[in-house]
């Protein structure tokens, strides 16, 4: 079974919220404003791929990414940890992301891909947490999805699926191909890179493809656009300090009760 994950670059979560700021023109972070990674839900959607070839369910795992030339450097990991191939689709949409036109990209490219059996995705980008482009690869390529998934099993023909639901865990049969979104769990931390795997991965070609090798003009990726961007802003957020003084703490006790009897966020002592 050949299965292939869905990878996404997103800016540095450690990033401090007071460094974080949105170019008006873009609608966008500013390049360069922090480095970008690949994503945690990514990240436990490629562990899982690997669990699956490690137990001989999978024989061969191709990381999928659609961005710009950043993306090579997500690729690289993912071949660190040795994912088999690794195909970067050249596309970068006019400001943020749209799930409609990233769904639209994947899905061709994983039918150019030769239709692998199995497509595992995160649950949600960590960025813009749309949670959608999962299943709209799937609506797309024609098959069924299975959400929050973070165990799978071969048996009878099926994949064994544990996942969350609203009422614990369930377990749900799916007969490949299919499209699993890959939810956060304890068994799904990305594996470490040995030294030599990383010297393998720098050395392995990675595939690159535009939308016009996949067939999709910009007519047909504009038509697929779903959302418009009006305007993206961080909120101003105005903090004031004002000190409270007294002789002792009784006295800068009765202040302070004095003071917010004053700003109304305490009703009068009398």
Avoid at 18 to 25: E, G, L, Q, S
Avoid at 32 to 45: I, R, S, T, W
Avoid at 152 to 161: I, N
Avoid at 214 to 228: K, M, Q, S, V, W
């Amino acid at each position: 079974m050949h299965a292939v994950v869905l990878l996404k670059q997103i800016l540095d979560w450690e990033l401090p919220p007071r460094k974080f700021r949105i170019d008006p023109a873009t609608n966008c972070p500013p390049a360069g404003l922090a480095p970008k990674l690949l994503g945690p839900f990514e990240q436990n959607a490629l562990e899982l791929a690997l669990q699956l070839k490690d137990a001989g369910v999978v024989t061969k795992v191709t990381a999928l990414l659609v961005g710009g030339e950043a993306g090579v450097e997500t690729l690289r990991k993912a071949l660190s940890v040795r994912a088999d191939e690794a195909v970067l689709v050249e596309y970068a949409a006019d400001g943020p992301d749209d799930p409609s036109q990233t769904a639209a990209v994947l899905a061709r490219a994983i039918e150019r891909l030769g239709s692998p059996e199995l497509v595992l995705a995160g649950r949600q980008a960590g960025d813009w947490d749309y949670g959608q482009v999962g299943y709209l690869v799937a609506e797309r390529l024609g098959r069924p999805a299975v959400g929050l998934a973070w165990r799978v099993e071969q048996g009878d023909g099926r994949l064994h699926v544990w996942r969350n639901g609203p009422g614990g865990i369930e377990k749900l049969a799916v007969r490949p191909p299919a499209v699993l979104t890959v939810t956060n769990h304890d068994s799904l931390q990305l594996r470490m890179s040995s030294v030599l795997d990383l010297m393998a991965a720098n050395k392995k070609t990675i595939e690159r493809w535009t939308t016009d090798d996949l067939g999709l003009g910009d007519g047909e990726l504009e038509a697929a656009r779903r959302l418009d961007f009006d305007r993206v802003w961080v909120p101003e957020v105005e903090s004031v300090c004002e000190f409270v003084a007294g002789e002792d703490p009784a006295e800068v006790a009765a202040a302070l009760v004095g003071r917010l009897v004053d700003l109304k966020m305490l009703g009068s002592a009398a």
